[in-house]
């Protein structure tokens, strides 16, 4: 079985720009969320996803947004980027609605914003 | 809200050392908890997890006890090796909103020689 794969691995920005990152779940899972890790504020939840509706929402700025396609297929984007948006932005899903199981992660993508 | 506490790092050992790791939590209700694993480069691995008091969750000779009684999640292993070198973190999901993951902030083990 197929793992998370994330898209772009790495990606250079401008400030300003706008950006897409991708994300594509383990077959059969229904629920994809999104995380941004930075050495300053460690792993803080963006937004989750499932069967196409936004669940669930962290505290960050209306730049930041995502949906979820028919196949489960997840996108974040993020406008107006700034310098402090460079982080790794890890993608996670999971098959059950229940906390109980695990999230599986991919390998993330790792944005510098310059 | 929800927290998660972990150990400050790094983490320091040599090979066949024992483990811990301290995790201690705050949530409302009865929350699943996890450790996660994230070696250099690479996105997180679940390592193992725990639904409910007096659970144990093992992997790879880790283990970590769901103590509601002291709130808290440790991590052990009984021999360390150098491949267990990587960032561990504790979290958890609450029964409120079970699809939000809060992580602590991470513990570097550096296991040498």
């Known amino acids: 079985k197929a793992g998370v794969t994330q898209t772009p691995r790495y990606l250079i920005k401008t400030r300003g720009q706008q950006v897409t990152l991708s994300c594509s779940p383990i077959s059969g899972h229904r629920s994809v969320s999104w995380y941004q890790q930075t050495p300053g504020q460690g792993l803080q939840f963006l937004f989750e996803y499932f069967s196409e509706t936004q669940r669930n929402k962290g505290n960050f700025p209306g730049r930041f947004s995502g949906r979820q396609f028919s196949n489960s297929r997840s996108e974040m984007n993020v406008s107006t980027l700034e310098l402090g948006d460079s982080a790794l932005y890890l993608c996670?899903?999971?098959?059950?609605?229940?906390?109980?199981?695990?999230?599986?992660f991919g390998s993330g993508t790792r944005l510098t914003v310059v | 809200g929800n927290s998660v506490t972990q150990m400050e790092g790094p983490v320091t050992l040599s090979e066949e050392a024992f483990l811990t790791i301290n995790c201690t939590y705050t949530?409302?209700?009865?929350?699943?908890l996890f450790w996660y694993v994230q070696y250099p480069g690479e996105g997180l691995q679940l390592l193992l997890k725990?639904?409910?008091?007096?659970d144990k969750g093992s992997n790879k000779g880790f283990e970590a006890t769901y103590r509601k009684e002291t709130t808290s999640f440790h991590l052990e292993k009984g021999s360390v090796q150098v491949s267990d070198s990587a960032v561990y973190f504790c979290a958890l999901t609450d029964t409120g909103t079970a699809s939000k993951l809060t992580f602590g902030t991470g513990t570097r083990l550096q296991v040498t020689l």
């Open positions: 949530a409302t209700g009865y929350p699943s």
């Open positions: 725990a639904t409910k008091a007096d």
């Open positions: 996670a899903s999971r098959e059950e609605v229940t906390g109980s199981d695990g999230y599986t």
